[in-house]
């Protein structure tokens, strides 16, 4: 028999719907059938725009997990050669625990193209757009690449909390735009928040899900609302984390330890913000905060001095490369 994830991919490859039934004693029970009414076909070839923490990481799931080839894209080449360096890190990880062999390791990289070439993605069967987190460029992403690639080709966006239907608005073809928020790290986290927009076809949704699991990960799905539902809930309380900081209620590490071992949390919410990027947190505040209007979703003072100052947490500042990282912690340069 095949692994279960090989098996999987198999089934789904060839068309055949898969039907999740229940969910008990921590297994999960699938019921096959064959039902092709929805005409589901998987992409051959996905294009990733953005060579980020986050389009790396969905590039090397995608080669990896999913055997698809991929187009990975960066406007320029220092973000390019960062985000393969990422995708080489990351796959030495698995060599050294053995998930994988160095061969396969090979295998995967070399179904990674990276381009600065825009036009190399014309030939992707579904783009999924993973820049950094600004309506404005999006849009501007979007109205490119709609121009260039085929009309049935998904445009997928990574985006946690701007509009899909916002999105969808600019391009000629809004019911192939749809949402895929994959979680950080993507090569780790198993869940994809899928988001449809008003625009959004049935056929687009069913082959995003289903290419959501091709790539070995679990989908939920949100309303088209600020922030979906991970962020909708996440960046309140990190926000008021920052707060409580701001207004002394205890030290960085006291607030964190407090969330760890009272709440039960994987890590404090000052090292999750951090993790995440102070400038991304910021960016979803300020989206919930005007699309919604509500005062508690008021991004924190120090939030946005942090930015201001360049601190964003683990990651480098881009502007300033040679800098030590710095959030609400400082962090060793890799």
């Known amino acids: 028999h ?62 990896h997990v999913g055997d698809f080839n991929v187009i990975l894209y960066d406007n320029n080449e220092p973000g390019l050669n960062f985000g393969l360096g990422t995708i080489d890190k990351s796959l030495n990880i698995f060599v050294k625990k053995e998930k994988i062999t160095s061969e396969q390791k090979d295998d995967i990289m070399n179904r990674i193209k990276p381009t600065n070439n825009f036009e190399d993605l014309a030939h992707s069967d579904l783009i999924i757009e993973a820049a950094t987190e600004n309506e404005g460029t999006k849009k501007e992403i979007f109205r490119q690449v709609s121009s260039i690639v085929k009309p049935e080709t998904i445009l997928a966006t990574n985006t ?10 600019v391009v000629s073809n809004p019911d192939k735009v749809i949402g895929m928020h994959f979680m950080n790290p993507v090569p780790l986290m198993k869940l994809v928040e899928i988001i449809e927009g008003l625009q959004t076809s049935k056929e687009t949704l069913e082959t995003t899900l289903e290419t959501a699991k091709a790539m070995g990960k679990i989908t939920t799905q949100s309303d088209d609302m600020p922030g979906f539902i991970a962020n909708r809930l996440l960046m309140p309380y990190i926000n008021e984390a920052i707060q409580a900081l701001q207004d002394n209620l205890g030290t960085r590490e006291d607030i964190d330890l407090t969330m760890k071992l009272g709440c039960n949390m994987p890590m404090g919410p000052l090292t999750l913000a951090d993790y995440i990027g102070l400038d991304t947190c910021l960016s979803i505040m300020k989206v919930l905060h005007t699309e919604l209007g509500d005062s508690k979703y008021r991004p924190c003072p120090l939030l946005i001095k942090y930015v201001d100052a360049g601190w964003l947490g683990r990651k480098p500042n881009p502007n300033r490369p040679n800098d030590t990282p710095r959030g609400f912690y400082v962090y060793k340069k890799k």
């Open 160 to 169: 946690s909390s701007i509009s899909i239907t916002k999105l969808a608005a």
């Open 2 to 63: 095949k692994p279960g994830g090989e098996m999987l991919r198999s089934i789904i490859r060839n068309k055949t719907i898969i039907n999740k039934s229940n969910l008990f004693n921590g297994t999960l029970k699938y019921n096959f059938s064959t039902n092709n009414n929805l005409n589901i076909e998987l992409p051959k070839t996905i294009g990733i725009i953005g060579a980020g923490q986050m389009g790396a990481g969905i590039a090397q799931v995608s080669s």
